[in-house]
């Protein structure tokens, strides 16, 4: 189980779906952090290890400092059922560069309803952007809806796409209960002035020891159209009964779906 201290690293988690911006974002994150904090960043990819080597090549940290995990084909189970590759990648990390302030964790970002287990990150973002449309914000899910931050991404697109995002962030604070909302584009200075502000913040109750991790909720059962039944294939879901709300066996804790037929 991983040291619980405030003076271990803080694990920030970054979700989302695909392409919606969160290597982006991390890449801002360092740059804007760099100067002051030490960093380390970790990567889920299904087969490959692209978004690592994205960061490496933004040139935002030392190349050592971003690691890659392969997830396989069901990636969001690295970050959520069976965090073991992930934990390990953190640790592993955390020594090789101790003391480090922040350890960033891109998940695999295959589903609108994956998040982070509580056990692996201490706090997560999750990520959306103006072109997925206004109202996928309001059409909520738990990490939209409890994600620590739910940022707004690409605000600079929204005049392309019809997208008022003013309202979108509205219905988004709507459907948090009021839960932080962050409009973000990285070319609007003022808003990376305020992301960087909300990490501080975190970090510092982190060190504080008042941070609480939340679990946004386990992810909607979902389907897997590469699964093999020729009629559809799966209606799957990822076993949460074990009744251990921050799943502290984790790293012990075995990998099961409990599939059933559609
Ligand atoms: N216009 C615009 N494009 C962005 C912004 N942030 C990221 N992108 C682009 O969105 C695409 C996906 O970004 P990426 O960070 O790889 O998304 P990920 O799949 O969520 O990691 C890339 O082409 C980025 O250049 C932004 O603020 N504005
Ligand atoms: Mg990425």
């Known amino acids: 189980m991983p040291e619980n201290t405030p003076t271990r690293a803080l694990r920030l988690g970054v979700a989302g779906p695909v392409g919606t911006g969160k290597s982006s974002l991390i890449a801002t994150v360092c740059r804007s952090l760099a100067d002051e904090l030490r960093l380390g960043v970790i990567t889920n990819d299904i087969y490959t290890d692209e978004d690592a080597r994205f960061l490496r090549s933004a040139g ?5 400092r971003i690691r890659a995990v392969e997830t396989g084909a069901c990636p969001h189970t690295a970050i959520r059922d069976d965090i073991t590759t992930n934990l390990l990648a953190a640790e592993d990390l955390e020594r090789d560069f101790a003391p480090l302030d922040v350890v960033l964790i891109e998940s695999g970002g295959d589903n609108l309803t994956a998040t982070f287990s509580p056990a692996l990150v201490d706090a997560q973002i999750f990520v959306l952007d103006v072109a997925g449309g206004g109202d996928v914000a309001r059409k909520g899910g738990p990490g939209i809806g409890r994600a620590d931050l739910l940022v707004v991404n690409k605000t600079d697109l929204a005049p392309y796409v019809g997208v008022d995002v003013p309202q979108m962030v509205a219905d988004a604070s709507v459907a948090r209960e009021g839960r932080a909302v962050l409009a973000l584009s990285r070319s609007d200075v003022a808003s990376i002035a305020a992301l960087r ?14 941070h609480v991790p939340q679990d ?21 879901a990822h076993d949460e009964t074990s009744g251990d709300e921050h799943h502290a066996s984790a790293p012990h804790h075995v990998h099961s779906h409990s599939d059933t037929r559609k």
């Open 60 to 64: 935002v940290l030392e190349p050592e």
């Open 197 to 210: 502000a909300w990490v501080l913040g975190v970090l510092e109750s982190h060190r504080r020891g008042t």
């Open 216 to 236: 946004p909720g386990p992810m909607a059962p979902h389907f897997h159209a590469d699964e093999e039944h020729p009629e559809g294939g799966f209606v799957h």
